[in-house]
């Protein structure tokens, strides 16, 4: 009876330690646990290492940077890499002095040799007076961001530059300096106030982009008024882009109506680019406010980079503005350079 009448082991004392307790038995009740806790950590290690994702055969295969002792680490590095554009090395040193910077602009013979700056982030909202704001900015400053009057030469806002690809018409800006810096050289392009001589000894213009170079041969040159009070105004620097090759092929019609050369070996087509290089120029003074404007495309794969001179032809009616007849005399006589000069241009029949 005394057995039966013996109190029951509650179950928590088969697994804690109690007063009665031999030796053993107290080890036995603490080493339990632990390995429980251990089995456990070993089961579950070797779970995560049957359900891990095995190796891609084709990936260790093909990968160009695998390290045999790391296989697993290397089937993650991307089979193709973008590759970072390549700043040229000349340009490199002025580059990391201001990222504003994105060509070099050099017309051989001439002070025309400088850094081309910009403001970037243009975005395709056209709202003119931001853009007027952003292209003066590196008209009003230096290099260095340090205002001056005559700031730097300035590619216009809108055009915007990549390692691939130039814009369809960029407009470059720059000073008339009475030093002779800037774009003060570019005037004397005006062949009806200088004669042809600059031109024939000056037909290209070199510009580079921050990633490559580039050789433009000029193709136009005019002169225009930039005032309603002045007459019609040809809004020759609002336009950056074409939608079509109709868009190319007229308003390139309108600058070869006003151009005061042509030559028949720079014809254009739809797809070339094109630099515009404008500065203010005087031939009545400053009484009213002028620009001279050279246009050049940029030297197609596989053409000769020259420019057979001898060919080019003076336009003796250009296209002039409403001031320039009312001080002259005389009136437009109309269109007559070659319709070959443009690729797929077909003339309106009269």
């Known amino acids: ?57 084709v990936l260790i295969k093909n990968a160009s940077l695998v390290d045999p002792f790391t296989v697993d680490e290397a089937v993650t590095i991307p089979l193709k890499t973008t590759k970072k554009p390549t700043i040229l090395p000349e340009y490199k040193e002025w580059y990391d002095q201001n990222n504003d910077m ?55 806002y809108r055009a915007v530059f990549t390692k691939n690809k130039r814009p369809a018409n960029a407009l470059i800006y720059g000073h008339n300096l009475l030093n002779g810096t800037y774009f003060h050289d570019v005037r004397y392009y005006d062949v009806f106030e200088y004669g042809r001589e600059f031109y024939d000894e000056h037909p290209t213009i070199q510009f580079d982009t921050i990633y490559e170079k580039g050789t433009y041969k000029i193709f136009a040159i005019m002169e ?6 002045e007459g019609e105004v040809f809004y020759y620097d609002i336009v950056y882009k074409f939608g079509n ?74 296209l002039f503005y409403d001031y320039y007849y009312s001080v002259m005399g005389g009136k437009w006589g109309g269109r007559k350079w070659d319709p070959a000069l443009l690729q797929g241009y077909k003339p309106k029949k009269s």
């Open 1 to 57: 009876m005394a057995e039966k009448n013996k109190a029951k082991k509650p179950l928590w004392a088969y697994f804690i330690p109690v007063r009665n307790d031999s030796v053993l038995c107290v080890v036995q009740k603490i080493c339990l646990p632990l390995v429980i806790i251990w089995l456990s950590v070993v089961l579950f290690m070797i779970n995560e290492e049957n359900n891990k994702p095995k190796p891609d055969p």
């Open 102 to 156: 994105v060509g070099w602009i050099k017309i051989d013979g001439t002070a025309v040799d400088y850094p081309v700056m910009q403001v970037k982030g243009f975005d395709g909202t056209i709202d003119y007076n931001h853009i007027y704001k952003q292209n003066m900015v590196y008209l009003e400053q230096d290099f260095y961001g340090n205002y001056s009057f005559a700031g730097c030469i300035t590619a216009d």
């Open 224 to 229: 225009q008024n930039t005032k309603k009070t």
């Open 245 to 318: 090759q109709k868009e190319f092929n007229d308003y390139y019609a309108k600058v070869l109506d006003r151009s005061f050369i042509y030559n028949p070996e720079v014809d254009l087509k739809y797809g070339d680019e094109v630099i515009v290089l404008s500065t203010c120029t005087f031939p009545f003074g400053k009484s009213i406010n002028l620009r001279l404007v050279v246009y050049a495309r940029r030297v197609r794969d596989g053409e000769d980079p020259t420019v057979d001179v001898s060919k080019t032809v003076i336009n003796e009616d250009p």
